[in-house]
């Protein structure tokens, strides 16, 4: 287990993020995911979140780092899946993961609080939002969703 998260703390510090070196370490994963377009997507083991993200490197993918005991998550989870039903499935997904299933991964992200929404574009990350918080969510979440040259359809998830 050290000799991951010495591989995981190097993948952090390389340029290309620690996502992209995960995905070349494990290209060859042979599951595949199933979900309804628009619906929260539950990652339940390496080979989803690995087969996952090589099939989203042009989408918003809003990683929701939570745990099912967690009362912050609980708050915030009729929001959260209201507010994956309102995203176009070729634009953008939201995939929780539990923080007792992928702690290391939690760790790698910083992941302190719950729950910690992580936004992932080509890759890498570029937002987070902690705790519950509707309104940074939802602005994070449309300042991601498109490139700079269209103009997104605001969501709502109030």
């Known amino acids: 287990m050290v000799g991951m998260q010495q591989a995981w703390w190097g993948a952090w510090k390389m340029q290309r993020g ?9 290209a060859s994963s042979s599951s595949t995911m199933m979900a309804r377009p628009g619906a929260v997507k539950n990652i339940e083991s390496w080979d989803e979140f690995t087969k996952h993200f090589v099939k989203s490197e042009y989408k918003l993918v ?30 953008a997904e939201v995939c929780t993961i539990s923080v007792d299933r ?5 760790r790698l992200l910083r ?30 979440i449309n300042k991601h969703l498109a490139p700079p040259s269209s103009s997104p359809q605001p969501i709502n998830i109030s």
């Open 18 to 26: 620690m996502v992209g070196w995960w995905l070349e370490q494990n």
């Open 62 to 91: 809003v990683l929701v780092f939570m745990a099912p005991w967690s009362e912050p998550w609980k708050l915030m989870r009729p929001a959260v899946e209201k507010m994956a039903s309102g995203l176009k499935s070729e634009e």
């Open 102 to 106: 992928f702690n290391t991964l939690g």
């Open 111 to 140: 992941v302190e609080a719950l729950p910690t929404f992580v936004l992932v574009k080509r890759h890498r990350a570029v937002a987070r939002v902690v705790g519950v918080n509707r309104d940074d969510l939802h602005s994070s």
